[in-house]
């Protein structure tokens, strides 16, 4: 007779139980018995029993774990785990980019095509004997910043620093990129001091006395000003 552990193939693991070097399922502990008179019978009590996934940790270095401009091909950090078993190999461990959503975008970060934003680098496992802690982890944060562009204006009824008096309607200039090629939503504006939007007042020559600025805005996925 023998104290066998099988797993759930039923296949014997026994060596590997006492050794300590069970991988993460379901097992059972049952007697086999050898004899010319007698069987073990179907109703003999076995003992079940499961083997966790063991929680490791990681940090993460090197690569870009900052803040880089829209179009940079990004080099990923590199991995450490703590935690695993002496000899432990992991199967498919590797680094992922998430947006705000969770979302995998890993292909477009090493393609250098990841939309303006913050992200979160951090590693990801699918192994039989290991799970990534839900705590003690160190992922990065990734800021993709937006390019600058520039612009020049032309065409306006008032010079640079000139004087009008109450009652001018000024006529408002029109905006050229001179470096970026933005494709969303420019517009030329008219602010007071206070960062005002007088923009409809300025050409109906309503604008009260006082300092203003003429200035191009911008909403785009890709620039600003």
Known sequence: AAVKVYNASNEDVTTA??????????????????????????????????????????????????????????????????????????ANPSIKVYNSADEDVTTAATGGTLTPGTYTIKAALTDANYALASSGNTPTTLTIAKLQATYSLAGSSVANDASVNLGTAITLPTNTWTVGEPTGTAAVKVYNASNEDETTAAPNGTLGAGSYTIETTLSDTIYDV
Not at 30 to 40: A, E, F, M, Q
Not at 49 to 58: E, G, R
């Open 17 to 90: 139980a006492t050794n300590g070097t069970l991988g993460a399922g379901s097992y059972t502990i049952k007697t086999t018995l050898s004899d010319t008179i007698y069987d073990v019978s179907n109703t003999s009590p076995a003992i079940a029993f499961s083997v966790s996934k063991k929680d490791i940790t990681y940090a993460l270095s090197s690569g870009e774990t900052s803040s880089v401009n829209y179009g940079t091909t990004l080099t990923l950090p590199t991995i450490s785990y703590t935690g695993t078993l002496s000899g432990a190999e992991l």
